[in-house]
Each structure stands twice: as C-alpha cells, then as structure tokens.
C-alpha cells in the first residue's frame, strides 16, 4: 500500500511535463507542519499503507521536510523521497539518511546533459542530478531513478538502464508521459500505440538480463505483456489507483492519483482514515461492476485495471476504458 504526497508546489526546475504545473511561486494553501502530522496520523490508523512518498514539487523546497520525514518514520511508515535531485549535496544526503529517509526517487530522463536540462528547463540540471544520485548512494541510501519515457528519449532507454547500474542504483522505473499539467502541452512527444507496446515489452524482457528493478509505470497494460511473455514480476496489478495508492495534494485535497483531477476528499475537512473508507470516488474504483468499455469485460482487468487517468483525459471518465487498453490495442495492431 503506497501513498505519495505532493508536499508543496513549489520547485526549483520548472520541467516540459509537470503534472502538477510547479513552479518557484510560494503557495500559502500547504499543509502545514502540525497538518502534516496528522494526516501522517490518519495514514497510519488506516492500518493499510506502508510507504510514503513525500514529492511536489521538489519536497527539498521545504524547510520542514526533515521533520515529516522524521515523524512518518516515528509512526511506523516507510518514508521516500519523490526529487530532481539537484538540491542533493553531501550534507542534504546526511540530513535526509539522519531524518529516517528509506529511499530516494530521483528523476534521470537522459544520458545527454543537455537533453536532460532541456527537459527539465534549467542549464547544469543533469550535472547536479548525477551528483545527487552519488551522494545518496555513497551513504547507503536506496535510490531509484525515474525516467519519463516520450519519443525522444525512448531510444535511449538501454543507456539510461547502464547509466543506472553505474551510479548504483537500486531500480529503474520508466514513466509513460501522460498528458497533465504541462505534459498536455507536449502531447506530440508521447509514444504512439505501436511505440508503447514494444516499448512495454522491451522494458520487460530487460528484467532478465539486469539486477536492477525496472517496473514500468502509468503503464498498467505491462502485467498482461509479461503473463504472455512467461516472466514473472513482484506486482500483481497494473493501476492501483483507488485500491491500494492514492495521492495528497498540497492544498489537502485528495485525488485518485497525480495524474488525474479527480477529489476524492478533503483533508481540512475529513481525516485521512475516514477519506479512504468512505470516499464515493475512491469505492467506485474498487467494483469492477461500475465500469465501462473494453476493460470491464478484458480478461486481464484484474491484473492490470487501465490507466484511470488515461481513461479520465480520453473521456471525462474515470472508470471508462483506457485507450491504450491492452486486449483492445493488440487486436487493432494485428487487425492493421
């Protein structure tokens, strides 16, 4: 059970495909540090989650980060950090190890120094990013580099895996760009349905050949491709958005997940624990009865669910079909 919290809004880059639009503004509608805690209460009395992926944003903008990072860890939760690493030098790594940090997301989208900046709208980007990978795993803290795959990078997919295992890296999870926030504003550079696929499979097949962990994400179809391919991977469901994930925004409203404006409640005015229990948004997700199209009727719904937030963009609904819908997609392709 994983829950991440955009911590604030604010950040230092201001990247091609924020999902949540950041920016160096200072919003005054965060949760608060005494707020923080006990929504950390609530996640904890649910009895469910384990992870905590505090993000933004770029969590690091916040002064207070240690202290959440320290109190989720005091409760039991195992707490992450969702970065672009930039603001990691040796004595941030320290402060984040000392605070009870368990892991470190770091976002890596190129082998090229100024692909990567490029992307990420800020010169010296990758230098400082490989620099805060290093860092972290010289004290021994677990990193995981996040890469959003789009047209232009998919190529290099292979060098970023080898760039991983240098660094010491302990996974690599590809992210398939979906078009929020600003990724709406680069819909051109997202993966065609042929494109997605081989890379999905592609992606799988490299888990036999490297001791990294790569686990494709906003990518739900990748559990019916390894079934089919005979390669067993440590997931059991593609989108767990609304059964065993959910998001925090930094306002307190809570979503399905980053990538979809769907509310499932609000935190300044429910507990966390009561959100989760009884929201009707997050009850819908979990009877299959309720949804529609091509998905409730796929014989891999329950291993893969469709991306809800595919669904959402494509349609307005959140419990329609997918459009990049696996069963559906495979039929079209060898239909061509």
């Keep these: 059970m994983i829950l991440s919290w955009n911590v604030t809004k604010r950040c230092n880059l201001f990247c091609e495909h924020c999902y949540r639009e950041s920016d160096m503004k200072f919003y005054k509608d965060e949760l608060s540090l005494d707020e923080g805690k006990r929504l950390i209460d609530g996640i904890v009395k649910t009895g469910r989650f384990k992870i905590l992926i505090l993000s933004g944003g770029e969590p690091l903008m916040r002064d207070d980060i240690y202290d959440l990072i320290e109190y989720a860890s005091s409760k039991g939760l195992m707490p992450v950090l969702g970065t672009n690493g930039t603001m990691i ?106 494109e997605y696929l081989d890379a999905l499979e592609h992606i799988i097949k490299k888990n036999e050949t490297t001791d990294l962990e790569l686990k494709p994400t906003c990518a739900p179809q990748y559990l019916s491709i390894a079934k089919e391919l005979g390669i067993n991977m440590r997931y059991t469901r593609g989108c767990i958005a609304g059964l065993s994930y959910c998001c925090i925004l930094p306002n307190g409203k809570v979503n399905v997940c980053p990538y979809m404006p769907v509310e499932a409640g609000d935190l300044k005015l429910n507990t966390f624990d009561d959100i989760w229990k009884n929201s009707q948004v997050f009850n819908s997700l979990r009877d299959r009865e309720n949804y529609s199209g091509g998905c409730s009727k796929c014989r891999d719904f329950d291993i893969c669910g469709g991306c809800r937030a595919r669904a959402y963009h494509k349609y307005g609904n959140y419990l329609a079909q997918d459009p990049l819908s696996y069963s559906c997609y495979k039929e079209k392709i060898e239909n061509e």
């Design 89 to 194: 030098d040796r004595d941030t790594a320290l402060k984040l190890k000392e605070s009870g940090i368990k892991c470190l997301g770091i976002s890596l989208d190129s082998c090229n120094s100024k692909e990567h900046d490029l992307f990420r709208s800020s010169k010296g980007a990758f230098e400082k990013t490989i620099n805060g990978i290093k860092n972290a795993v010289e004290l021994g803290i677990k990193v995981q580099i996040n890469t959003t795959i789009t047209k232009e990078n998919l190529s290099q997919f292979d060098e970023i895996l080898k760039l991983s295992e240098e660094l010491g890296a302990s996974a690599l999870h590809p992210f398939f760009l979906v078009e929020a926030g600003r990724g709406s504003e680069i819909s051109d550079k997202k993966l065609g349905d042929r």
